[in-house]
């Protein structure tokens, strides 16, 4: 983990080092463009045999298995889980409704002239397909994180894909009812639920984080089908002033362990904090490998001149996990995913068991939205209807309006209502 100064002699290499940072999900995803084309093209012209083929090179699929997991199947992993996991899961997935629940937008209306109605109603959307992670750990969190709000939203089809699925995963598919989930992963997944197959039917939207091959193939399916947002390799920003080091680094170290690509970045304007972090670092992370591949590569101490620059530089990189001292910060956040405040308040605790998801905004996505939510899953729809005596009243200034920008059929439709 490198400490670098916003201000001094070396204030240029900084700010490199910056510019870099702030270009990271592009920069990442153009690296398997071209390898994720490929597979997509595989899977839309070659359907279940090329979506079996991935499977079997890259997920380790068996000759005989089935790409889908049955409920006996989910069944049996409940079964065999720990009643201690069980109750962790059940606890879990109560917080994580009890918050979509909270979040869910409602139907409303009103009158800002009498005999004219405007309002919204809210409608699920048909289809979800849920990509759950499943090659370097086990993630039962994320399918609870993007089953529970679509079940929340209403949605009547809700597809899970994850590869090698482990026990966990597939006890947590159980104990939510899912009754959809292939083995498959990577690019391959996010093919097959964008385009669909004979046997395994398109979705409207796919959800969910994965590896810089699962964000390149959302963002190149877009086009086709509707995604939450690009959430690739994790990242953390603990922004500080007066933080405890060893609870710092124990953040750092947690969320760097996820990936070799994660970023792990501390902001600070005090140069004696920033030491004692990357020592920390250092000591807690040397018996993880992962962590201490993604703090060499992609951990960063800055410190700055002021306070208030920290500040501005938190926002500038728009984090995907957010740590700041109390409370009173959130004044100056403007930019991030999801925040965790306090010394208290591990960001594990996000990542399992809060209630707020832990599928979160990166590559500075946290510029133009927040987390997966429930908002995800539900279609707002306008609604307006006006009266006779309405019309004749507000028409004219539509009159008006069409009139002015040459759309004299716009007028016309408006027009022939008010005789």
């Not at 984080?209 to 939450?228: C, L």
């Not at 703090?295 to 728009?318: D, I, S, W, Y």
Request: net charge negative.
């Amino acid at each position: 983990m490198k400490i670098l100064k916003t201000f001094g002699e070396h204030a240029s290499t900084t700010e490199a080092a910056l510019q870099q940072l702030e270009q990271r999900g592009a920069v990442n995803t153009a690296k398997v463009d071209a390898v994720v084309k490929e597979i997509l093209a595989a899977v839309e012209n070659g359907g279940d045999s090329a979506v079996r083929e991935f499977a079997t090179k890259l997920d380790n699929l068996g000759e005989d298995q089935s790409l889908l997991v049955s409920r006996a199947e989910m069944q049996a992993a409940w079964d065999s889980t720990s009643e201690e996991l069980k109750a962790a899961m059940r606890f879990a997935q109560a917080n994580i409704r009890a918050f979509a629940e909270k979040q869910l937008p409602h139907a409303w209306s009103f009158r800002p002239t009498e005999g004219m109605e405007v309002g919204q109603i809210v409608r699920p959307l048909g289809s979800v397909g849920c990509y759950v992670p499943g090659g370097r750990y086990p993630l039962p969190s994320t399918l609870l994180m993007t089953v529970t709000p679509a079940q929340v939203a209403g949605v009547e089809r809700i597809v899970v894909c994850s590869p090698k699925p482990a026990r966990e995963t597939m006890a947590a598919a159980y104990l939510s009812g899912v009754t959809e989930f292939y083995r498959i992963g990577g690019a391959q997944a996010i093919a097959t639920l964008a385009f669909g197959t004979d046997t395994i039917a398109a979705v409207d939207k796919i959800v969910g984080p994965g590896n810089v091959y699962v964000t390149a193939a959302k963002i190149a399916v877009s086009h086709r089908t509707g995604i939450d947002m690009p959430a690739g390799p994790t990242e953390i920003i603990v922004t500080s002033e007066h933080g405890d080091a060893t609870g710092i680094a124990a953040d750092l170290v947690a969320q760097a362990e996820h990936d070799p690509e994660a970023l792990a970045i501390l902001i600070t304007s005090r140069h004696d904090l920033a030491e004692e972090v990357v020592l920390e670092v250092k000591r807690q992370s040397q018996n993880n490998d992962i962590a201490q591949q993604s703090l060499a590569c992609q951990g960063f101490a800055f410190v700055t001149k002021t306070v208030e620059e920290a500040h501005a530089l938190t926002n500038r990189l728009a984090p995907e996990h957010l740590t700041v001292d109390a409370g009173a910060d959130l004044r100056w956040v403007k930019n991030a995913g999801s925040i965790f405040i306090g010394h208290h308040t591990p960001q594990s605790m996000g990542d399992y068991i809060s209630g707020p998801n832990h599928v979160l905004p990166t590559g500075r996505n946290g510029r133009v939205r927040g987390g997966l939510s429930v908002l995800d899953f539900v279609k707002i729809i306008t609604v307006q209807q006006y009266t006779l005596d309405a019309l004749r009243e507000v028409g004219p200034h539509t009159i008006a309006l069409a009139e002015a920008e040459g759309l004299t059929g716009h007028a016309e439709s408006v027009r022939v209502r008010m005789r």
